[in-house]
């Protein structure tokens, strides 16, 4: 669909009114997109970089065929450097809403998440699905535009202040299925159980309550978010969720891992010290090893931060075929701890980047962060590179092939049979004059930011154009009015 055509139908957007799905405004009335092409002057393909190359996208968002050395005659749209756009693995939209709220210090001179989070929970009681809806568009079309095609969405958020569940348990899980038509991002959906304040079982208590389920009425809220995330395109996802050790106990885990045998299955991990020793003192072992001793961990499962891990739990890890989901920006944030990123790469490991707690959404600062922690802990340059990849290559490619396989979406690569989740950077900025290879990504990593981004196409729907998201003024104007509203009540 052309320039003009997407910028008349935007002007009529009125967010709000449910029966406007804003991806009639990318596929057009009928609701159906057409077959496409895309010329890239640089294209990083599962053969290496290729110049000059013709992408052809089909109608059901998958690409059909990659041919290089080209001209641009018959390319619909042009691209300066074309790369496969990364899934964000790991999101908790609602946690925009409190970016720069948690910067000051409490009493203790050594505060820490568990601080941060007591502010988190008072946060919670303000909120309503029109707000959650809203956050959560805003959000993902920052994802967009940032140059994430996807996102897994690690969702907790269930119920009303102090527990009460809403009429239909899956409220809050149809709000953010709603900002996913608004922003047309790919959705995998992984709604979280939250059963209890600890290891000992204690019961939840304030903002926790808002998360509550037990495991009969979570099953109820992913049969009715199943139900619903049927409004969205074929490659929305659904998956499981249990949101750690800590929280859920041993029978629910186990009941979670038969009943979604097949779903994409993400856990917290090892994020914390305190956590480890909660877990070690009330199972015998710390969480990398009771989890890897009790139940099968393989490719379908995501564990989140492993930022508190010995050597042995490293490899453990790395050899499962699961991914570890780093999150980079909010582990410094919080001061997680650093991820034993070199190790885990030696010994095959595969990962993926999130943006976790949102206080900044920017896939190139996330990826940088990695690496110059990694760094800053070993004392030395180009941690994660090899002597055939630079550091830029190997991360930007782990984080689009374990993105998608953390996602459960058929992506990852820029390759016919794949769907079409591609950024494009600007060939001719500053930043990547002159520059060819591996080069482009380290400029675009180290010495550039989200800026360079132009385009971003997630399974063949072209968000964003000229750096802009499709309805960026609508979906800002409506977080606008709601961020105005909360900060006069916190």
Not at 186 to 195: A, D, E, I, M, N
Not at 309 to 331: N, R
């Amino acid at each position: 669909m052309d320039k003009d055509a997407i910028g008349q139908r935007n002007s009529t957007l009125r967010i709000g009114e449910t029966q406007l799905l804003c991806l009639y405004i990318i596929f057009g009335s009928s609701g159906e997109m057409k077959q496409f092409t895309i010329f890239a002057e640089h294209a990083l393909t599962p053969a290496g970089w290729q110049r000059d190359v013709l992408i052809s996208v089909a109608a059901d968002g998958r690409i059909d065929s990659v041919e290089a050395g080209t001209s641009t005659s018959n390319a619909a749209q042009k691209a300066g450097v074309l790369l496969p756009s990364p899934a964000n693995l790991h999101s908790h939209a609602f946690q925009r809403a409190m970016a720069g709220l948690t910067e000051r210090r409490g009493p203790d001179p050594r505060d820490t998440f568990w601080t941060w989070r007591e502010l988190m929970y008072r946060f919670l009681e303000k909120l309503t699905p029109e707000h959650v809806e809203a956050i959560a568009a805003y959000v993902q079309m920052e994802m967009l535009e940032s140059g994430y095609a996807a996102v897994g969405e690690f969702h907790y958020l269930h119920n009303q202040p102090g527990g009460e569940a809403y009429a239909n348990p899956a409220e809050l899980s149809l709000r953010i299925i709603e900002a996913a038509k608004q922003s047309g991002i790919g959705l995998t959906l992984l709604p979280v159980l939250y059963q209890q304040g600890g290891c000992d079982g204690r019961p939840l208590t304030g903002g926790q309550l808002r998360f509550a389920n037990s495991i009969n009425s979570y099953t109820a809220l992913q049969e009715a978010a199943s139900i619903a995330l049927g409004a969205l395109p074929p490659d929305a996802v659904i998956g499981a969720a249990p949101h750690s050790l800590r929280a859920v106990n041993r029978e629910s885990l186990a009941e979670m891992v038969r009943f979604a045998p097949s779903a994409p299955f993400h856990m917290h991990l090892a994020e914390q010290a305190a956590e480890v020793e909660e877990v070690e003192a009330a199972w015998g072992k710390r969480p990398v090893e009771w989890l890897f001793d009790n139940h099968e961990v393989d490719e379908r499962w995501c564990l989140i931060h492993c930022t508190q891990m010995q050597p042995h739990e490293t490899g453990m890890l790395a050899k499962s075929g699961a991914v570890a989901g780093l999150c980079p920006i909010t582990e410094s944030s919080l001061g997680d701890g650093i991820f034993e990123g070199a190790n885990y790469l030696t010994q095959g490991g595969r990962f993926g980047i999130g943006s976790d707690s949102n206080i900044r959404i920017s896939l190139a600062e996330e990826l940088r962060t990695l690496e110059y922690s990694q760094r800053l802990r070993d004392r030395s340059r180009a941690v994660l590179a090899t002597p055939d990849k630079s550091t830029g290559r190997i991360m930007f490619e782990s984080a689009a092939q374990g993105g998608a396989q953390a996602a459960s979406r058929d992506a990852g690569a820029i390759e016919p049979g794949k769907l079409a989740d591609l950024v494009a950077l600007d060939a001719h900025a500053t930043n990547l004059l002159g520059k060819s290879g591996d080069a482009i990504l380290d400029s675009y990593i180290f010495a550039g930011d989200d800026r360079l981004v132009t385009d971003v196409w997630s399974a063949g729907r072209h968000l964003v154009q000229e750096g802009r998201h499709f309805a960026h003024e609508a979906i800002e104007q409506r977080y606008r009015q709601v961020i105005t509203a909360l900060g006069e009540q916190l």
